[in-house]
C-alpha cells in the first residue's frame, strides 16, 4: 500500500471520526456504548478477571466520578501544539515577514481561553443546597412538561427547582443543568454557562488561527521550493507534472510534525465549531442540552398534524411550548450572562 492509499485512508478515519462524533456526542444511548457493551460480553469469558475489573475500574474513574485527568490532558495536548507551533512554524514566519502582531495572536487567545477555562472550572455551577433551595424553586416555573413542582430528588433529599437535574458524577443537584462536562471536571449549569460558552469560543478562535499561519507557512514552503512547476518520471518513462498528491506527500515527509499538527487543530476546529454552534443556538433559545434530549422524544402538533404510525404514542406538544423558557433572543442572552438571582421570581 503506497503513501497516498495511507493517507487517504487517515483522511477518511478523521472525518468519519468528526462526523460520528458529531452526530452522536452526548446521548446516553448511542452506538459507542451500543458497541461497548457488546464488546465487553463477548471478550468478558476470555478475559481475567483482575483485568475486568480493573478495567471497569479506570472507565467508572474517568467518566463517573470527578477526576481532573482530563484537565491534564487538555494542556498536555494544547502544550504540544504551541511547543511545536513556537519551535517550528513561529521562526519560519518570522522568515517569511509575517507581522510579529499576528503571531501574537495565538498567545493572546491562549490566554483568554485559560481564564475562560479557569472560571468554568472554579465557578459554582449553581449547586442547589439545602439553604437555598427555597429561593431557588422560585427562580424558574415549573413547566409541567419536563419539570413537575414537588418532585424531590431521592439522592439529595430536596426539592427539585425547576430546569435543575442532579448530577451523577458530582453527586449534586444543579440549577439550570446543562451537562456534566469531563475536560473541565465540572458541571455546566446556571453560575457557569457563560464561561462555557466563552471557553468553547475562545478554543475555535485559537484552533482556526493557528490552523491559518501553519497553513500559510506551509503554502509559503510549497510556492518557495518551486515544486507546483515540477516534474518527475513515472513508471512508463513519461515526464508528469507534481499534482497536489505530489505536493502533499512532500510536505508530509518534509514537515511531519507541523502537517500532523495542523491536521490535529484542523479535526479540533471543526469537532468544536459544531458544538459551539449548537451551544449557541442553545443560548440563544434558553434551553439547556439535558431539555433539549428531553424535549426530542415530543411531536409537535403543527408540524406533525397527523402524527405518523411510530409517533402515535409520543407525548404531543405545542411548537411555541418547546422553547418554553425562552423570552426573546437579547434577555434570552442576558440571561446567560446575568443568570437570575435566587431570590427573584420570574414569569414567562
Ligand atoms: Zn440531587
Ligand atoms: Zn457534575
Redesign the pocket.
Known sequence: MDFLHLFGIYVAVVLTCIFLVCKYSGQQHNPFNTLLSYVSKVVAPFTPQWLQRSSHWIFHRLFHQ?SNIFIYLHIFLEGSVYAEFTYEVFGFCREMDTSLTSLSVPYVLLAIKSCFFYLCIKTD?GTVTKKKVSSLIHVYPYDRRLFHPGVSCETCQLVKPARSKH?R??N?C?QRFDH?CVWVN??VGAGNTRYFLLYLLSVCAMALDIALLTGDMLLHAVLRSGLLRASYIDEYGQQQPAGPLFVVQHLFLTFPRIVFMLGFVIFVFFLLAGYTLFHSFLALVNQTSNEWYKSRGFVCRHCHPMPAADNLCSPVLDHSKRYYYSRGLLRNLGEIFFPPQATQKKGN
Open positions: 470527578r455551577p448530577c458524577v458530582c449534586r444543579v456534566h465540572n458541571c
